[in-house]
């Protein structure tokens, strides 16, 4: 069985990173959840950049719209 790769999210765009590893179940150490890309250093800046590029409108923004994305991210989660 193949499990699903997961990339990383870096300013809109899902980013392949060098290389990915394999996320365990802890309960069932045979149970591959999926293989998620790690970065590298250059993808780690360029996510910072985002970030930071991104806070000024996030910080002043209504305070329900960041309640109401942080609820959906968990949930994502």
Known sequence: ?????????????WIAGAKYAPNINPSNMADVI???TQADAAQL?????AAQAAF???ST???QA???ALDKIGTEI
């Open 34 to 36: 999926g293989d998620y």
């Open 56 to 58: 000024p409108a996030w």
């Open 45 to 49: 800046d360029a996510a910072v950049k």
């Open 1 to 13: 069985m193949t499990t699903q790769k997961h990339d990383n999210l870096i300013n809109g765009q």
């Open 66 to 68: 960041r309640a109401d």
């Open 61 to 63: 923004g209504n305070i």
